[in-house]
């Protein structure tokens, strides 16, 4: 340089013998990295670090361009003084150049470039559209003449549009053409969002999170770590890959760096930003290594409340883009629904496998009770016989007391005998063993035989056995044991807790169904009894109920029996003022 000069665009340096050599070195230089750029930015792995690298060659470019402007306009300057009217762009073209390696070197968390290029030229495109419609209205109308508001009506209205929701839906569309990739991943990460929450099989659920995000990105892999309390690691549960057969990925210690990190803030890993975000990169310090390990764009943590349940380890879009914050934020959201759709599927399978284990031992039960009673039947029948034999003095006289000793085991076998036929009935129904024989009934006849079978029990007590049955019944059809099963259980249980008054036997014909009813005016029920009576060993809480004994199987049997005829059984009770129980049995 030799000094200044005064231009048309105000002082300038004056160029010196070696100002032309200098910048043909300065700019070949430029040119050289450029392309050595250009050549090494395919190899680069990372979507982040090729973002960063664009957005270096867009400044290199417009700085060359604004330099051979400049070169351009001083050449032709000599011969064209017109020339020297263009404005110089070099020192603003050098502005932006380094506006944009600044911003590629400082800031950590940086835009898409080739998102904002592309919505930069079409804005760019929609400028030169407006402005040559303008410029040819200038050259083909006459201004002096034409009204203003011929002009600003159309720009007012064309502006209005622009900024209104039908510009909105404008741009959509045209983001939806421009950049349709981006958009699928997008919707890809919505709609895995709302799926996780109605999937409650596990593998189902890991199969459709890794293989969703690496098809529907799609993406090189994705791996899903799953922590193992017995390792103390998380480690690999599913992966896939779109080419190749996986990443080879490793198990994370649950006290590394990494696991720390995830666990303390919740928040997504951005493996490029690590070195650049000068919080990140303090706290990864002396983890350089263990974080270069792991072969991953992106590491999410599946956390559910304060507990890190699995690490999601995501591969580079194939599309080459960059996760943006947009797309980082739902990735996170639906980091969360997989934590919540996984604790819930893990409960889920918990849960069935306590339900299979709790079915398998109530078949068990219920085989060694059937396999028992029968056992125990066997030897207390022969206690039984011999016992009545004694009674009935076929072998010679007994005294007294011999007497009283065998009627005493005569009908403590005969009890116990009532007890081991319920344990046996429940056992074959909850074992699916149980046989229903329909016949048609006589209900009349049923009833007949049930009030006279139950009047040895009222014996010596207060009350009176009544029935109430209308002469003309629908046709019935049923299993004429069980029935009468339930009708002497019924009421069994109606005198035991019935010390004097009256139990009614009725029945009524409804239009689809008969049912019969035992009403007692005995110590009645608690209304809080009432929601348990009819489970198995199940007894009331009163001193009356635990005189009596038994198992607690005669009302459970009783339902089984009802529902196996498909009708339903339940009781009216009021506390010391009796009791009423009714089943129906449908019409044939």
């Not at 004056?14 to 050599?21: H, K, R, S």
């Not at 005998?417 to 229903?436: T, V, W």
């Not at 029920?525 to 348990?532: G, Q, T, V």
Request: proline share 3%; glycine share 8%; charged share 20%.
């Amino acid at each position: 340089m030799s000094g200044v000069k005064s231009t048309y665009w105000g002082w300038a340096p004056a160029t010196g013998l070696l100002y032309t050599p200098f910048f043909v070195y300065f700019n070949c230089f430029l040119i050289y990295g450029l392309l050595h750029l250009v050549r090494t930015y395919n190899d680069v792995d990372s979507s982040f670090r090729r973002n960063r690298a664009t957005l270096i060659l867009l400044g290199t470019l417009v700085s060359l361009i604004g330099g051979l402007i400049d070169f351009a306009r001083f050449i032709l300057a000599r011969f064209v003084p017109a020339a020297d009217l263009v404005y110089p762009m070099g020192i603003p073209a050098n502005m932006v150049f380094a506006l944009m390696l600044g911003t590629s070197i400082v800031r950590y968390r940086l835009f898409d470039v080739n998102v904002v290029v592309k919505k930069g030229a079409i804005y760019l495109l929609l400028w030169g559209v407006l402005t040559s419609v303008l410029v040819a209205a200038e050259q083909y109308a006459d201004w002096d003449q034409l009204n203003p508001l011929w002009v600003i009506l159309p720009l007012g209205f064309v502006m209005t549009m622009l900024v209104s929701p039908l510009g909105q839906r404008l741009e959509e569309r045209i983001e939806r053409v421009m950049f349709s990739r981006r958009r699928g991943c997008y919707e890809t990460l919505l709609d895995l969002s709302k799926r996780m929450g109605s999937i409650l099989d596990f593998g189902r659920l890991m199969e459709t999170l890794v293989h969703g995000l690496v098809r529907g990105v799609p993406l090189t892999h994705c791996v899903l770590m799953i922590y193992d309390a017995q390792r103390s690691a998380f480690v690999v549960y599913r992966e896939d890959a779109t080419v190749g057969e996986g990443v080879g990925a490793v198990a994370i210690r649950v006290d590394s760096r990494i696991v720390q990190w995830l666990n303390q803030t919740g928040r997504v890993l951005v493996k490029e930003e690590v070195k650049l975000n000068p919080e990140i990169a303090a706290y990864f310090e002396t983890a350089e290594g263990e974080l270069d390990a792991i072969k991953a764009t992106l590491i999410v943590p599946l956390k559910i409340e304060s507990k890190l349940t699995g690490i999601l380890l995501v591969g580079e879009k194939l599309s080459g883009d960059i996760f943006d914050d947009q797309e980082l934020e739902v990735l996170a959201v639906l980091a969360n629904q997989v934590a919540i759709s996984l604790e819930n599927a893990r409960l889920y399978e918990e849960l069935s496998e306590s339900n299979a284990q709790l079915l398998q031992a109530s078949r068990l039960k219920s085989q060694f009770l059937a396999s028992m009673s029968h056992e125990l039947r066997t030897p207390l029948n022969s206690i039984i016989g011999f016992s009545k034999v004694l009674l009935n003095r076929f072998d010679g006289e007994l005294t007294e007391r011999q007497e009283t000793y065998i009627r005493s085991v005569h009908n403590s076998g005969a009890h116990l005998l009532q007890l081991i036929n319920g344990i046996l009935d429940f056992s074959r129904i909850e074992a699916g063993k149980l046989e229903m024989i329909s016949e048609e009934l006589d209900l009349h006849e049923l009833i007949d035989e049930c009030v006279e079978s139950s009047m040895p029990l009222a014996r010596g007590q207060q009350m009176k056995l009544e029935k109430n049955v209308p002469l003309e019944l629908p046709p019935l059809s049923g299993d004429r044991t069980k029935v009468k099963q339930i009708l002497l259980n019924l009421l069994s249980n109606a005198i035991k807790f019935t010390a004097q008054g009256r139990i009614l036997v009725s029945v009524v014909a409804e239009p689809d169904a008969i049912r019969v009813s035992v009403a007692d005016t005995g110590i009645g029920i608690r209304e809080d009894d009432l929601a348990h009576l009819f489970e198995p060993f199940q007894q009331l809480d009163n001193p009356v109920a635990r005189s009596a004994g038994g198992t607690g199987l005669g009302l459970a049997i009783s339902k089984k029996f009802v529902e196996l005829h498909g009708g339903r059984i339940w009781a009216e009770s009021r506390e010391n003022q009796g009791s009423t129980f009714h089943f129906t049995l449908p019409l044939t």
